[in-house]
């Protein structure tokens, strides 16, 4: 990740884009790869999403790693670690919906959120 | 990285959720994650998303740390790496946007992406 | 929809809010919105989500009127009828999927969007 | 709107698509036509998106027309009038947004919202 954040910060510097990632602007192209991803299981079913055929996952590899770059991105400019975030959060949500209370139920799940 | 993927793994089969997290129900969480961050950038300029209020901030870092959640999640059950993926699509953006062509440009950009 | 067109201007100019409603602060309020109606879905099955329970039909209604209304916003920014606009799309979606060819077809469906 | 809502559903039952247009989908395809408008104005300034290009212009009203067309038909679906969500919705915000409270104030409209 460490490395990752240094060639992110590399690839804006050397194209001066700098002046165009305010965050409201990464939050949006963070929002427009992610809508890429969703666009490749628009029409599958779920059973379906779960063995997508091997040029729609080439795709979304990329989308995957554009979604990545935004969000480190992001976090940067906000003085956050993203992993770092992910792991509070995972805390929070161990508190939040005790697995006792929730397991095997998306309806206490959705509740919760 | 590696620890957080443990962890969520952990997470999510304590509650057996297993069963409502396929691919194309993960990508419909990551989109509603990622608007909660456009939520709070909306209305403001960008120099004021520069400086967002603290807590403004802490909810930020939150929903940064759902959407690396859900993206970590949804690159295991694709079979991906998702620092990988991004490393990878870093050095393709390399050779699309040729720092001499569309330095400080952001028409360039969007049109070439 | 001209009345409601009025009854939207009127709303923004009474609370003088006309300034914070450019079109890419409306477009990312748009996608805020939409996320909203995302998110009743994300984990019920395709099945569940023909018939939601009344409560959330209820929710879902109130977002449905918040994305018609910063559409229309939108679209009156940009000197646009969205009625018209979708009038136009659907002879263009028309020519391009002929029923003949897509008939019953997911794939072709994706393929040529 | 409502000669829109029959050729909304001629063109889906020539094309025998209903079977994939579950309101989760639609929601989706909602989601994604609504990214396609956010595309055009992530790297522009909130100045430059009140007057877009021709191109892009010509671009946004057909992506207004999508998010319309799939509105219309999630909406349907659903057994609801999209104008009249909107007509009730307006009426709830008018009570929630007092115009002497919030007059001019992003930050009242985005801690009520």
Redesign the interface.
């Known amino acids: ?1 460490r ?2 954040r240094k ?2 910060s590399r ?1 804006i510097s ?4 700098e ?2 990632h ?4 990464l ?6 790869e ?14 379906q ?2 063995n ?1 055929p091997p040029e729609t ?1 080439a795709e ?3 989308e ?6 935004y ?2 991105e ?2 940067e ?4 670690d ?2 770092e ?6 805390e ?3 508190r939040k ?1 005790p ?1 006792t209370l ?3 139920k ?2 206490k ?2 509740k919760y959120e």
């Open positions: 990740m490395e990752l060639e992110i690839f050397e194209r001066d884009w002046q165009f305010s965050p409201k602007n939050a949006m192209a963070l929002s427009v992610v809508a890429e991803i969703v666009e490749h299981f628009q029409w599958l079913t779920e059973e999403s779960r997508p996952l979304l590899r990329e995957i790693g554009d979604v990545l770059i969000l480190t992001l976090a400019k906000l003085g956050t993203p992993v975030a992910a792991k509070v959060k995972l929070i949500n161990n919906y697995a929730v397991r095997g998306a309806d799940y959705t």
